[in-house]
Nanobody, 121 residues
Framework: QVQLVESGGGLVQAGGALRLSCVAS????????MGWYRQAPGKQREWGAR???????NYVDSVMGRFTISRDNAKNAVFLQMNSVKPEDTAVYYC???????????????WGQGTQVTVSS
């Protein structure tokens, strides 16, 4: 099995910064893609950012230029640097990893438990 553990959430004022971390552990052969999703109160979970094993990144328009996703392949970790945060960034943030558990297996999705980010105005 594979476990993802997020950390770094909390309360921050609008315009401030926060850094989220997510570390994967367990039976991991390789991780092809990692990403961050978020779910605001009363809304569906939405994709926010993704990063491939090679370091290519994509962002949803609403966070482009403010958030930066990065990863440490040696530590099976992904990070989300959140700058210039806004009240509408308030949500539970989840990390996702597409994990291959052995040389013979296919990619499977694994999710973290979520970390709350609250931005006050």
């Amino acid at each position: 099995q594979v476990q993802l553990v997020e950390s770094g959430g909390g309360l921050v004022q609008a315009g401030g910064a926060l850094r989220l971390s997510c570390v994967a552990s367990g039976r991991i052969f390789s991780i092809s893609e990692m990403g961050w999703y978020r779910q605001a109160p009363g809304k569906q979970r939405e994709w926010g950012a993704r990063i491939t094993s090679g370091g290519s990144t994509n962002y949803v328009d609403s966070v482009m230029g403010r958030f930066t996703i990065s990863r440490d392949n040696a530590k099976n970790a992904v990070f989300l640097q959140m700058n210039s945060v806004k009240p509408e960034d308030t949500a539970v943030y989840y990390c996702l990893a597409l994990v291959i558990t052995s040389s013979l297996s296919r990619k499977s999705e694994y999710w973290g438990q979520g970390t709350q980010v609250t931005v006050s105005s």
